[in-house]
Nanobody, 123 residues
Framework: QVQLVESGGGLVQAGGSLRLSCTAS????????MGWFRQAPGKEREFVAA????????DYADSVKGRFTISRDNGKNTMYLQMNSLKPEDTAVYYC????????????????WGQGTQVAVSS
């Protein structure tokens, strides 16, 4: 069992930056691939970024590539999402997720989810 807690969301102006964190409970964090997803009002939850269990492989949605960076610190049981050059269309609730397998873009392939953290970008 893995419990995930996101933090770091907030309100920022367009062009600004935020860093989200996802802290996991348990001692097996390093054996899970991790992902970030987001859900805007009235829209489906969409893939943002994923990282392999060691952090050696990352994947990004085209909409955030070059602006967002996913990383993890297995010693701290924490994953991060550094978000730069934020746009109003990045406004959403951001969720972290864990998968006991290789990283994936598919939201239905993740086993555990956090409660989400709100990110709002003003124009």
């Amino acid at each position: 069992q893995v419990q995930l807690v996101e933090s770091g969301g907030g309100l920022v102006q367009a062009g600004g930056s935020l860093r989200l964190s996802c802290t996991a409970s348990g001692r097996t964090f390093s054996s899970y691939a991790m992902g970030w997803f987001r859900q805007a009002p009235g829209k489906e939850r969409e893939f943002v970024a994923a990282i392999s269990w060691r952090g050696g492989s990352t994947d990004y949605a085209d909409s955030v590539k070059g602006r967002f960076t996913i990383s993890r610190d297995n010693g701290k049981n924490t994953m991060y999402l550094q978000m730069n050059s934020l746009k109003p269309e990045d406004t959403a609730v951001y969720y972290c997720a864990a998968r006991a397998s290789i990283s994936s873009r598919g939201r239905y392939e993740y086993d555990y989810w956090g409660q989400g953290t709100q990110v709002a970008v003003s124009s």
